[in-house]
């Protein structure tokens, strides 16, 4: 399911980069100076538009003027340096036109342009395909009517609306649909963005089909109190928004979570804030699993929901782990993610158990709508792929405040072991598989592979899942 491990390099933001660098090591300096009392991590930020030595404003090489400005006044703020996504903040008088462009008038800004994609796998072509490229654009335009030359008067359109909220502006594409990238690459990153502005931020989606909009409407309600903006559909009314912030891009920290000390002000959000909106959002009752008491669980069934892949990565006999798990004192539900516009339902199944149960796959995204204390258990087929499912699941499992069981599977319980004879590469040397890129991965071990589980070994991931829900727990 992760399309992320690619190595690809085909995106880069189209900026004067060698003229940037010239001036990276002066902003830096220069900031540190001026920022050592904010607690703004320096490496962060990779500045375009700053405060120089002598307080003058720079833009790349050039010296704009003498003027001075606070943290939040950085008329253009911009950070390249993360990885995944890229992000710039805008202040003053900003406008976001029907056509993917933004303009920022500044009184000192040399007339400058820049083109991005707001989505959070910046490196991936594949996802990046279908994100739609924005536009930035920086003029002097004077406000006045008067007082624009002709080329100032076109960059400087008139606002149809003009709001006193801030906006973020980010695009869904990508692999949109599939609940795990939905997750990591959108909406846990658009909740570190937005989070801080507690609900009065527009949200100006890009490349959202309708489908998409109504099933994550209850969460995006849940970080923006406005109407969402639909930049691909006009829902701009093909006007100019104004905005005295805009965020463009989102902000990425780790696979589907969130580094608290990395949020607006230092540890104030978690990924276990992310999973309570969550559950607010969807109208969800349960904030706390179950607690079993004594051995023979003092009567109390805890719900396990075993998720069953239909075509790749599927159990071969998800009957015999249900029954297997029911005799261990569960309460089974067999159940399926759902497509699109079904997710609510699906959550309210989701909600209702004390454990997931389910191969490596987005189905497990929806952990998100566990109650705190309830345990993921992955099951994590051949492939050498146990790293990128702790990073994928297990983490964010644990940061949500629930508890987490790997299990690797061993060769007699993967379909491979059938497939393939036994010193085949596929399965002695995942690596060499590896090597060859990302789609020989994928097909051979996450679209090539179902799984045959060993119910008796497994009984000991079962009884390790009711063992932590006998145990109190942080988040009680
Ligand atoms: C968007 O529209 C504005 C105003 O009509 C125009 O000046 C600009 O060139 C357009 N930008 C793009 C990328 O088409
Ligand atoms: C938007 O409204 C604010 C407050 O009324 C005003 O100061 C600002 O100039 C307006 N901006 C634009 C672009 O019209
Ligand atoms: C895995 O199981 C599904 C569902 O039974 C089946 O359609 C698919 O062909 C199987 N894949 C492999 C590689 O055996």
Known sequence: MACEK?????FTVRLGL????GCVLVAMISLAAMFRHDAVPLQTLSLLFSVGPVSSVMWGEERLGSHRFGRNRVPVLCDFSSSRSDVCELRGDVRVLPNATIV??????RRQSWRMKPHGRKNDRHALARVTEVTVTVATASASPHHTSGAAAAAAPRCTANHTAPAVVFSVGGYAGNMFHDLTDVLVPLFITARRFGGDVHLLVGDAQPWWLDKFRPLLGGLSRHAVVDMSRGSSSGGVLCYPHVILGLEFHKEMSVDAAR????????????TLLARRSYGLPRDKAIRVHGRGGGGVRPRLLLISRKSTRAFTNAGSIARAAASLGYEVVVGEPARHADLASFARVVNSCDVLVGVHGAGLAN??????????VQVVPLGGLDAMAADDFGAPARDAGLRYVH??????ESTLATRYPRDHRVLRDPAAVRSEGWMALRAAYLVGQNVTIDVRRFSGALRRAMELLR??????
Not at 18 to 21: M, S
Not at 104 to 109: C, F, I, K
């Open 6 to 10: 690619k190595p690809v390099s085909s």
């Open 18 to 21: 060698a003229l940037l660098a």
């Open 104 to 109: 920022l008038h500044h009184p000192l800004a």
């Open 263 to 274: 949020t607006a002000g230092g540890g104030e959000y978690s990924m276990a804030d992310f």
């Open 367 to 376: 952990l998100v709508f566990l109650p705190a204390g309830a345990v993921v």
């Open 407 to 412: 299990y690797g599977i061993a060769e007699a």
């Open 471 to 476: 145990q109190t727990h942080d988040h009680e």
